[in-house]
Structure formats: structure tokens, C-alpha cells
């Protein structure tokens, strides 16, 4: 360990802090990233249970009453955020 005349402090790369810092920053970031495609995944999931619903698969009457109410919601949000994105874009037209 060295120390320099601004008070700061030195570590080797391979010192204890210093392998525990990194590996911290190293698991932040996965988990930022981890974090960026929920989202995505959640569309996904949506998208593959109609698909399932839609084909037959899968009954949607057959799902947990919270998995249902929880779809269900969601389709309800994605229509009215559609309608609104479309109300938008008429909007526009007429300036």
C-alpha cells in the first residue's frame, strides 16, 4: 500500500478491497442488465400466452384466478395506451 501526498490511497489490484469492490460493480451491473430486459420479457410472456390461449394450448379458465385478473389488466392497459398513442397521432394530423 502506498500512500501519495493528496492523502489518497493505493491498492494493488489484487488486494482484498479491491477484488470486493470490482466483484460488487461486476454483479451491479448484471443486475442492471438483468433489470433492462424485464420488461421485454414481460411482452414476451403476454405474447406467448395468447398465442397458447389462441391455439388451443393453453386454457385460459385453466390459470390461477390471480394470473387471470393479472392478464387481463395488463391487455386492458396495452388497449388503452394503444387508443391514447392513436388519439395522438389524429391529433397531429389536424395542426
Known sequence: MQLRDSGDEWLDVDHPEVTVFLQ????DKARQALSATDNDMVRVIDD???LLVANQVLIFTELPERVQSKLLARK???????ALQNLMIEDEGLF
Open 24 to 27: 460488487q460493480l461486476s454483479s
Open 76 to 82: 386492458q392497459l396495452r388497449k388503452d395506451v394503444n
Open 48 to 50: 406467448l400466452v395468447d
